[in-house]
């Protein structure tokens, strides 16, 4: 079993929709998670992190996670054509990140319709 | 501007031709690994680096080397490349302690043929 599961899409919506992507994962010690954003023909950028269960929201963005289910969780509103990308889940294997690895999820391809 | 640089961004080369795909930060971090990714595979750390001098293998090391000779610098090495290592390569590079986010480059597309 994979540390870190994510439905890899594609994933398609009409301009204006709600997205909801969403990870899985195996280890209850994980405690920070992040969202990576990749558009075509880049590298990885970190679009928002969260610290241990709860909510997080920047702008249209809203990060969840679910500790007891170890679920997380993005939401994207009002969804634009500029948000089509590949999304990744991402966590660092220890609480102490300068010594950890991350991890990632293998992303999903979410392609916004105008 | 903070980035990572990564050349050559596109290389085709051919079976057992030793190549060296370079990697620069400007941000002065401790912190230095190599993905490679593969399509339903994700992103998997091949090497990384916590200081100079100081590299670790990851998930899929075989048929790479690594040095870290100075901070800012982190070379990925295939002394003898095979078809298999065709893919997407990353450099990212992350700050000290306590901090989560990683800085990428743009990637490198190596085709062995």
């Known amino acids: 079993q994979k540390e870190v599961e994510q439905d890899p899409g594609p994933l398609s919506v009409p301009e204006g929709a709600i997205v909801s992507l969403n990870c899985t994962y195996s280890?209850?010690?994980?405690?920070?998670f992040m969202w990576y954003r990749q558009y075509s023909r880049k590298g990885p950028e970190l679009l928002m992190y969260?610290?241990?269960?709860g909510n997080k929201e920047d702008g249209r963005f809203t990060a969840q996670v679910d500790k007891s289910s170890k679920y997380i969780s993005l939401f994207i509103r009002d969804s634009q054509p500029s948000d089509s990308a590949t999304y990744l889940c991402?966590?660092?294997?220890?609480?102490?990140?300068?010594?950890?690895?991350?991890?990632f999820g293998s992303g999903t391809r979410l392609s916004i319709r105008p | 501007e903070a980035q990572v640089t990564q050349n050559p961004r596109y290389l085709i080369t051919v079976t057992g031709k030793k190549l060296t795909v370079t990697c620069s930060q400007n941000?002065?971090?401790?912190?230095m690994s190599w993905y490679r990714q593969d399509p339903g595979l994700g992103l998997r750390q091949i090497y990384y680096?916590?200081?100079?001098?100081?590299?670790d293998k990851g998930d899929v090391p075989e048929g790479y080397k690594v040095s870290r000779k100075e901070k800012r610098n982190f070379p990925l090495i295939l002394e003898s490349p095979s078809p298999n290592q065709t893919s997407l390569y990353f450099c990212?590079?992350?700050?000290?302690?306590?901090?989560?986010?990683?800085?990428f480059g743009q990637g490198t597309r190596l085709t062995v043929v």
């Open positions: 280890n209850s010690a994980f405690q920070y």
């Open positions: 680096s916590m200081n100079v001098e100081a590299t």
């Open positions: 991402a966590m660092p294997s220890s609480r102490y990140s300068s010594a950890s690895k991350i991890i």
């Open positions: 969260t610290y241990s269960s």
């Open positions: 990212a590079s992350r700050g000290g302690y306590s901090n989560t986010e990683a800085f």
């Open positions: 941000m002065n971090h401790e912190y």
